[in-house]
């Protein structure tokens, strides 16, 4: 993973949060498939709270 440029990994809910430097790749841990990309472009709180969890909530990132 190193060589690919993987810096963190983790693990909730069911996915796979792969990070390096160009973002972070979010994959489903029994089909392998990748879910979602994040990049820098996209890293606002607001944004990665809504996009992890799929609900907004009131105030965060403000």
């Known amino acids: 993973m190193i060589q690919n440029g993987v810096t963190t990994i983790g693990e909730f809910?069911?996915?796979i949060?792969?990070?390096?430097n160009s973002g972070i790749t979010v994959i489903d841990q029994k089909?392998?498939?990748?879910?979602?990309?994040?990049?820098?472009?996209?890293?606002s709180t607001a944004t990665m709270y809504?996009?992890?969890t799929k609900?907004?909530?009131?105030?965060?990132g403000s």
């Open 55 to 60: 609900t907004p909530k009131a105030g965060f």
């Open 13 to 15: 809910q069911g996915k």
């Open 31 to 43: 089909s392998g498939k990748v879910l979602d990309q994040i990049t820098q472009e996209d890293a």
């Open 50 to 52: 809504m996009r992890f």
């Open 17 to 20: 949060y792969s990070g390096s």
